[in-house]
């Protein structure tokens, strides 16, 4: 059941996110003019349909793991509803689903500019409910505002960065497919701006994160928990070392240099894999307990 719990949590975790950064990519970064959206519009459905399909089983594991029942148990409709209406998680579950449906009719209609802003509300709106599924959630006393704001910082710049670097990968290989290279140009720097930001406020949310959840240095070390956490900070490293050397090196010789532009799409696809890498480890840490309360 644990497996089950860390796959559809990683599934539902990197579709919600990178949902966020499809719309956040559409908005800020392309250019508008050089693109009818349709890859953006697919990439959205192909999200949401992963986050629907993961997120019911993830909420059919929670269920059988609250009621103590197995799997076939656990789908009967009487225990299913009462978790559902009687339970938090079942009121956050039943909110995301709300906005899912809503998502849902918004990218069934025709493209227009406001539907990509809508879209993009409420895809934010989805990733930063996901703060009261996690440990934030659960949390109680004087702390939990403070743990819940943070973990919403952190889930609404991860949606931006990296979340964000497939859509934006996607959109290069299109715009230098079609030979657009000044458009490419372009969406390489509005995305560098918008990853400087995003970047700062994962490392200042991350800092608040684990000063709640571990507590200590020792615990790093010493927790299974704290382990996954410095793996987890070194992967965001080495991928944010990646666009630091895209920004200092490859971002300057834009112009002059072709090349440039091909390197910078080649390292954004590195920096992906990295981001997939951090999912899977940050779906791991949500089925364990922080290591503060050990």
């Keep these: 059941m644990t497996l089950l719990l860390i796959l559809s949590r990683a599934i539902h975790f990197g579709s919600s996110l990178v949902l966020l950064g499809a719309f956040a990519v559409r908005l800020l970064v392309e250019t508008p003019t050089t693109d009818d959206g ?42 299913l509803g009462m978790v559902l209406t009687q339970t938090s998680p079942g009121h956050v579950w039943m909110f995301r689903g709300v906005i899912g449906l809503v998502l849902g009719f918004v990218l069934a209609v025709p493209a227009r500019p406001w539907t990509w802003c809508a879209g993009g509300a409420l895809a934010a709106a989805l990733v930063a409910s996901l703060a009261w599924l996690g440990h934030a959630g659960a949390s109680g006393g004087l702390q939990r505002p403070f743990m819940l704001a943070g973990d919403l910082a952190h889930l609404i710049a991860a949606g931006l960065w990296p979340a964000g670097l497939l859509p934006f990968g996607l959109c290069l290989r299109r715009q230098m497919k079609a030979g657009i290279l000044s458009a490419a ?16 406020v994962l490392a200042a949310s991350g800092v608040v994160n684990a000063c709640f959840l571990v507590g ?13 956490l410095v793996i987890k900070v070194v992967l965001f490293a080495s991928a944010a070392s990646l666009g630091a050397w895209n920004l200092l ?14 390197a910078t799409a080649r390292n954004v696809w590195i920096e992906v894999a990295l981001g997939i890498l ?11 307990p922080p290591a503060s309360s050990l």
């Design 216 to 228: 200590s240095f020792h615990a790093l070390a010493a927790t299974n928990y704290g382990r996954l």
């Design 278 to 288: 951090i999912v899977f480890v940050v779906a791991i840490m949500g089925t364990m």
């Design 38 to 79: 349709r890859g953006t519009k697919r990439l959205a459905i192909l999200c949401l349909a992963g986050a629907a399909g993961s997120g019911a089983i993830w909420f059919w594991g929670a269920v059988a793991g609250m009621s103590g029942s197995g799997l076939a148990a656990s789908l009967s409709p009487q225990l």
């Design 249 to 262: 090196m490859h971002k300057p010789r834009l112009e002059i240099a072709p090349e440039s532009l091909k």
């Design 185 to 200: 140009r372009a969406a390489v720097r509005r995305f560098s701006a918008m990853s400087l930001i995003t970047v700062a």
